[in-house]
């Protein structure tokens, strides 16, 4: 027994009156579901891998600190 739209129900009763095609729905719902994730997983991923990207591409001087010790640092 159960409580559905404030009247009690059994298990058979509430059974027939779910709409038809509910499984399917759900199916796609879950199907749906996976996708967002591996497509949030998959723009992590690509995000991620751009900015080492990235930072891999700044030159060594910068990390040495002698990007700083230019001739235009030296004009005023």
Same mark, same amino acid.
């Given at each position: 027994?159960?409580?559905?739209?404030?009247?009690?129900?059994?298990?058979?009763? +509430?059974r027939? =009156?779910?709409?038809? @095609?509910?499984?399917?729905?759900?199916?796609? #719902?879950?199907? *749906?579901?996976? +996708?967002?994730t =591996?497509?949030?997983? @998959?723009?992590?991923?690509?995000?991620?891998? #751009?900015?080492? *990207?990235?930072? +891999?591409?700044?030159?060594?001087?910068?990390?040495?600190?002698?990007?700083?010790?230019?001739?235009?640092?030296?004009?005023?």
């Amino acid at each position: 027994m159960t409580e559905h739209e404030d009247r009690l129900l059994c298990a058979d009763c +509430l059974r027939t =009156l779910r709409p038809a @095609g509910g499984s399917r729905r759900l199916r796609w #719902a879950s199907v *749906r579901a996976v +996708l967002q994730t =591996l497509a949030g997983v @998959g723009l992590a991923w690509f995000v991620f891998y #751009a900015a080492g *990207r990235i930072l +891999l591409a700044i030159p060594e001087s910068f990390h040495e600190g002698t990007v700083w010790q230019g001739t235009w640092m030296d004009a005023e």
